[in-house]
């Protein structure tokens, strides 16, 4: 089984529906992060949370938001999606590691569209 | 703040050498390397922390030169399975645990 989940795989949605784009994973991993995918932007983080009572913002949050239920789930919101929300949406999870490594664990992706 | 990678595309025939670079305008605390595949997710390769030494993975190795805040991957005799985007993910201080990746450099290996 994987340890990091994502759904649903794929979505196809119209502008101005609410949307949530769901993670969970078994690693034990207390820090958790959502990023989207644009060709030629490479990955661009939008919010990360590193434990369950602490969310913070990226670097493009503006018109997401996130919720954290459990040290294992990880949810992203789009409140009123638009056409520019278009992309591939990553989940991933870490934890300190021996050195400090901050190994990022990537979920498997959700190909977001939005008409 | 997001560091640029070099160059945007590479195509190579198997056995060939190339190099990756990372550069950023800040100073850098680590620098994450991560490799993806076609229509997968990214998948880490290594980590060069500042004042740590050169990294290997199998034939791809990088270096981190503080002077320039900049770090290179270099690959090695490319194989088929080297194909793919690879990313540099930056860390600019221990305090924090996120990374801020590049656009990534796309490289794809011919027989």
């Known amino acids: 089984d994987a340890d990091v989940t994502q759904t649903p795989r794929n979505r196809i949605t119209k502008t101005g529906k609410r949307i949530m784009l769901e993670c969970s994973q078994t690693k034990g991993h207390d820090r958790m992060y959502w990023y989207r995918q644009d060709p030629g932007l490479g990955l661009r983080l939008i919010y990360y949370s590193f434990d369950v009572k602490d969310i913070n913002k990226g670097e493009i949050s503006d018109g997401y938001s996130v919720s954290r239920q459990a040290q294992a789930k990880f949810s992203l919101s789009l409140e009123s999606a638009i056409p520019n929300q278009t992309a591939l949406y990553f989940c991933a999870t870490s934890t300190i590691g021996t050195g400090s490594v901050h190994e990022q664990y990537f979920g498997p992706g959700t190909r977001l569209t939005v008409t | 703040q997001q560091p640029v990678q070099s160059p945007q595309a590479v195509i190579l025939r198997e056995g060939e050498d190339a190099v990756i670079n990372c550069s950023s305008s800040k100073a850098l605390y680590s620098v994450h390397w991560y490799r993806q595949k076609h229509g997968e997710a990214p998948v880490f390769l290594m980590i060069?922390?500042?004042?740590?030494e050169q990294k290997g993975h199998d034939k791809i190795s990088a270096s981190f030169n503080e002077k320039k805040q900049q770090s290179s991957l270099y690959l090695t005799a490319s194989q088929l399975s080297y194909s793919g985007t690879y990313f540099c993910g930056t860390r600019y201080s221990s305090n924090t645990g996120k990374l801020i990746f590049g656009q990534g450099t796309t490289l794809q290996v011919k027989p």
């Open positions: 060069l922390l500042k004042g740590g």
